[in-house]
């Protein structure tokens, strides 16, 4: 036990798999555990780097690991997959092995483990989002059920609810099919009302919080957004600049670049798909709000956005605003500092008058 330097942790829903290695690089150590065996066997080791795919659970074990004294580390799965010797097959053992080779590379990039306050708070923000997706599913499947009865309704999920208590006394539908009507309805409400309990909570984290109340500031960014920066965003000494916090969300091109010419493709999708939708979706609001603006009454920010919206189309200046919204809360989290849109004009005359 003594000679084990790293390990790579293979996490499932019922077992790990722990591959060791000593400080030469040689594999000295295999076995499957119990969640409970391995928390045993990981607290009797002295301090050792312990290698773990960033999925389910592997948070809760960073912060028991570190309580043991131990360095865990955190890597996102598309970077331990070319580790993975013979790449047609996959086992366990075999995943271990490969967190251990990427665990071991100079220049792996890790991902920053979550506290428990993080992972409360960013909880209440799936449980809302699983529940509108809940939500929308019951009301599409009951719009293809009135289809089939030749009744339809567009897509606003509102006049279909506004409509139910009048299709109940409907003598186009069977009697038997009405109290399907009444369950959706029901359940809907109940949905309607976890959602409401969900963004109580939110809106609560975000006026607690100092850096969601600066991060509001930002034109498009409400309390969900500025909750979710906050508890996902963590410590932003993780990110060199505010250029790989975007990268980390996937609000940055892919790149096929080759001989010296550059090519640039659609962005990445990579990192918090959650946060970098409410940016997308943030940053809507704030092209709208831009390009109804008068021109002369136009921050820089928003001439910015007005010139890119003109010379790239809509779709494009939406990617790059929430990827300026995202280096923006970087430097935000980063500096403690407020967001002021008009700070430019200060140093600009600073300058001059110096």
């Keep these: 036990m003594n000679e084990i330097t790293t390990v790579g942790v293979d996490l499932a829903k019922s077992v790990i798999v722990v591959c060791a290695g000593d400080a030469a690089g040689k594999t000295v150590y295999f076995r499957q555990f119990s969640f409970g065996a391995f928390a045993v066997w990981a607290a009797n080791l002295p301090p050792c780097v312990f290698g773990m795919e960033a999925c389910s659970s592997a948070h809760y074990w960073a912060r028991r690991l570190a309580s043991f004294g131990h360095k865990p580390r955190l890597m996102a799965a598309e970077l331990v997959k070319p580790f993975r010797k013979s790449q047609g097959a996959k086992n366990d053992r075999k995943d271990a092995r490969a967190i251990l080779s990427a665990v071991r590379e100079p220049d792996m990039r890790f991902v920053a483990p979550k506290s428990a306050d993080q ?16 939500r929308t599913a019951l009301v599409n499947r009951l719009r293809g059920l009135l289809a089939e009865f030749g009744l339809w309704f567009n897509r606003s999920p509102n006049k279909l609810l506004w409509a139910l208590p009048e299709l109940a006394s409907s003598t186009t539908l069977p009697e038997r099919f009405k109290p399907i009507l009444a369950q959706v309805r029901e359940q809907i409400e109940a949905l309607d009302q976890r959602i409401e309990e969900c963004e109580r909570e939110i809106n609560v984290h975000a006026k607690a919080s100092p850096d969601a109340q600066r991060i509001s500031a930002i034109v498009g960014i409400g309390p969900l957004t500025s909750s979710a920066a906050v508890a996902t965003a963590g410590d932003t000494t993780n990110f060199r600049n505010g250029r790989q916090f975007a990268a980390w969300l996937g609000l940055v091109p892919r790149q096929h670049s080759s001989g010296g010419k550059d090519r640039l493709g659609a962005i990445t999708k990579r990192g918090n798909a959650y946060l970098r939708g409410l940016l997308t979706q943030g940053a809507r609001s704030t092209v709208q709000v831009a390009l109804r603006r008068p021109p002369e009454q136009r921050s820089r920010l928003e001439q910015w956005i007005v010139a890119l919206h003109d010379r790239v189309g809509y779709r494009k200046a939406l990617v790059a605003v929430a990827n300026k919204h ?29």
Excluded: C, F, T, V
């Excluded at 992972?119 to 809940?134: F, S, V």
């Excluded at 809360?329 to 300058?351: C, F, M, T, V």
């Design 119 to 134: 992972q409360a708070i960013l909880a209440w923000h799936r449980m809302r989002d699983g529940w509108m997706a809940e």
């Design 326 to 354: 995202a280096r923006i809360i970087w430097a935000i989290l980063d500096k403690g500092e407020d967001y002021d849109p008009n700070a430019w004009q200060r140093l600009a005359a600073d300058s001059a008058n110096a």
